[in-house]
């Protein structure tokens, strides 16, 4: 039925131009189309920015013709209106004078837009599934903004969001639980001076709220990469991984483990003293010297030089020069980016 109104400008304003636009927005209903679809599809049949404003359930939205649905955009100044019962509107902004059908059209996109807010069946109001609507991949800009209004924020309020690999305690902010993860939402600077071990936290970059799932995938690769050593920080932010977000982000569990530097880590691993061994290299990795690593993880020096011996032979190159530091580094922390996946 939508093919058969490519063009509004093609109708004549006749009876039967407008039996072709009721029958366009009666299909819409048919499908139970979502908000986004009913504004992306009008804006494609009208060729001219369309939108759908209901301040009071927090959805202010917009399509232009290409179809893409933005939040936060109140209704143009001199845009033609028409008001549905709860006070919300739907208008539409052609640039110069209107065509003949739009009155019709904003007629029957208002009644469409009318059934689809009746039908509901969204969380409400402190049900945690809010916080999973605001990140989910799939979710539709209608959805989001909504979700973002019960939850107090705006499409534009500048936010992060935490995964959480453990206890969330402290953290403020909403938060729902995300498969092994708990995502944490927070319109404030995150207060992380507290957080200890065994949890594990990944802070995702600043974005608009209505941006929120990329700091969510963000805050997932940084959890991915955050230690539980006192002297690996159990807190990762994405915006300090550099270049390393970059090349992980492109990585898969499988590709590192192919990795030769990684297999010998994980041969080391394997041993009889595999966990004590992997302790002293990420000690080695945090230091600048094998007395200062000693040091920390409370061996003798000649005691952590002979297991550093015994690595080499494994690893094939040096531990304790610059570059051998570097390249040890680069494979524990892909190791740890695969077991954590």
Same mark, same amino acid.
């Given at each position: ?46 060729? @001219? ?8 359930? $927090? ?36 640039? $110069?004078?209107?065509?003949?059908? =739009? ?52 499409? $534009? ?9 453990? =206890? ?67 807190? @990762? ?17 499988? =590709?590192?483990?192919?990795?030769? =530097? ?22 080695? @990795? ?56």
């Amino acid at each position: 039925m939508e093919g058969l109104l490519l063009r509004l400008s093609a109708l004549d304003a006749d009876a039967a131009g407008e039996v072709r636009v009721i029958a366009f927005f009666d299909s819409l209903i048919a499908r139970r189309a979502g908000l986004d679809t009913l504004l992306a599809t009008t804006a494609q049949l009208v060729e @001219c920015p369309v939108g759908l404003d209901a301040a009071e359930r $927090g959805l202010a939205l917009a399509a232009d013709p290409p179809g893409v649905v933005r939040a936060g955009v109140s209704t143009p100044k001199g845009a033609r209106a028409r008001e549905l019962p709860d006070g919300s509107r739907v208008w539409l902004a052609r640039p $110069g004078a209107g065509l003949p059908m =739009d009155e019709m059209v904003l007629e029957r996109f208002a009644i469409a837009a009318e059934l689809v807010l009746a039908r509901g069946g969204l969380p409400e109001l402190g049900d945690p599934a809010l916080v999973e609507l605001v990140l989910a991949e799939r979710a539709g800009e209608a959805e989001r903004s909504r979700a973002l209004h019960l939850l107090g924020l705006t499409p $534009g309020t500048r936010v992060r969001v935490l995964a959480v690999a453990g =206890d969330s305690t402290g953290l403020g902010g909403w938060s729902a639980e995300l498969g092994r993860l708990r995502a944490v939402l927070l319109a404030e600077p995150p207060e992380l001076g507290q957080v200890r071990p065994p949890t594990r936290v990944g802070v995702g970059g600043e974005v608009a709220a209505i941006e929120a799932r990329r700091s969510w995938r963000q805050a997932r690769l940084a959890v991915r990469l955050a230690g539980s050593l006192p002297w690996d920080p159990p807190v @990762c932010w994405w915006e300090r991984l550099g270049a390393l977000a970059t090349v992980a982000e492109g990585l898969r569990g499988n =590709d590192i483990g192919q990795i030769e =530097d990684v297999r010998a880590l994980d041969r080391l691993s394997e041993g009889p003293l595999g966990a004590d061994l992997l302790l002293i290299l990420s000690a080695v @990795c945090a230091h600048d010297s094998v007395r200062k690593a000693a040091a920390e993880v409370h061996r003798h020096h000649s005691s952590v030089a002979a297991r550093l011996a015994h690595a080499e032979s494994e690893l094939g190159f040096p531990v304790t020069t610059a570059a051998g530091r570097f390249r040890l580094h680069l494979a524990m922390v892909l190791r740890r980016l695969r077991d954590n996946a």
